[in-house]
Nanobody, 126 residues
Framework: QVILVESGGGLVEAGGSLRLSCAVS??????????IGWFRQAPGKEREFVSA????????LYAESVKDRFTVSRDNGKNTVYLEMNRLKPEDTAVYYC?????????????????WGRGTQVTVSS
């Protein structure tokens, strides 16, 4: 079992920034080697891939819609993964979820992640 808790969401104006955090814990799965993905979902839309990071941050992936604006990183000493979001747009408004893949696939699909947090709301106004 992997437990994930997102935090850091809120209301910001277009062009602003937010940093989301994902605290990772678990006793039955090696959390140090767990790959983490970020997804988001707006009302009435499918959950979509945002970013992913491998066990030590040497490999990262970004959706085209957030490339050059968002940065994913992790601090394994704190068991935390971060998503720095810059130059936010109203279309970034969604519930943001972090997800864990203990099989280290570094996937971009929801089906490739086995554990999910409950999400944190990000709202971007104009």
């Amino acid at each position: 079992q992997v437990i994930l808790v997102e935090s850091g969401g809120g209301l910001v104006e277009a062009g602003g920034s937010l940093r989301l955090s994902c605290a990772v814990s678990g006793r039955t799965v090696g959390t140090y080697g767990t790959f983490i993905g970020w997804f988001r979902q707006a009302p009435g839309k499918e959950r979509e891939f945002v970013s992913a990071i491998d066990w030590n941050g040497s490999r990262t992936l970004y959706a085209e819609s957030v490339k050059d604006r968002f940065t994913v990183s992790r601090d394994n000493g704190k068991n935390t993964v971060y998503l720095e979001m810059n130059r936010l747009k109203p279309e970034d408004t969604a519930v943001y979820y972090c997800a864990a893949d203990p099989y280290q696939r570094l996937g971009i699909h929801t089906s490739e992640y086995d554990y999910w947090g409950r999400g944190t709301q990000v709202t971007v106004s104009s």
